[in-house]
C-alpha cells in the first residue's frame, strides 16, 4: 500500500524546536521531490520547504527561512521538517506530500501532487 505518514506534530512553546518526519512506504522516494505544507484553520495551505531527491536541493517559504530546516533520512525514505524557533500561531496542521521527478522551486507548492499524508498538528503555546 502506497502511503506517506506524517509524525512528530505536538505541543512546543515559543522559540522551541519539533521535528516532523514524512516517511514513505510502498515506493520509494529516490525519485520524488518532497513538499511540506501547512494549514491553519480559515487559511489557506501553505508551501512550507521541500526537499528535492533528485538533486538534493532545498527550497523554503520566506515565512520559515533561517528558521526550519530539512532532511532526508538514512534509509532515503523518510524525510525530515526541523521548525525551529517556533513562533506563536495559530494551531496548523503539516501535511508532507509527494511529487515524482520534480525539483524544488518556488513554485513547486502550486502543482499536483502524487501523494499525500494524513497530517500532523503542530500547537505552539505558552
Known amino acids: 500500500q502506497v502511503q506517506l505518514v506524517e509524525s512528530g506534530g505536538g505541543l512546543v512553546e515559543p522559540g522551541g524546536s519539533l521535528r516532523l518526519s514524512c516517511a514513505a512506504s510502498g515506493f520509494t522516494l529516490g525519485v520524488y521531490a518532497v513538499g511540506w505544507f501547512r494549514q491553519t484553520p480559515g487559511k489557506e495551505r501553505e508551501g512550507v520547504s521541500c526537499?528535492?531527491?533528485?538533486?538534493?536541493?532545498?527550497h523554503f517559504a520566506d515565512s520559515v527561512k533561517g528558521r526550519f530546516t530539512i532532511s532526508r533520512g538514512n534509509a532515503n525514505n523518510t524525510v525530515y521538517l526541523h521548525l525551529n524557533r517556533m513562533k506563536p500561531d495559530h494551531p496548523a496542521v503539516y501535511y508532507c506530500a509527494a511529487l515524482r521527478s520534480e525539483f524544488c522551486s518556488d513554485t513547486v507548492y502550486y502543482v499536483p501532487y502524487d501523494y499525500w499524508g494524513q497530517g500532523t498538528q503542530v500547537t505552539v503555546s505558552s
Open positions: 526537499f528535492s531527491s533528485s538533486d538534493g536541493t532545498t
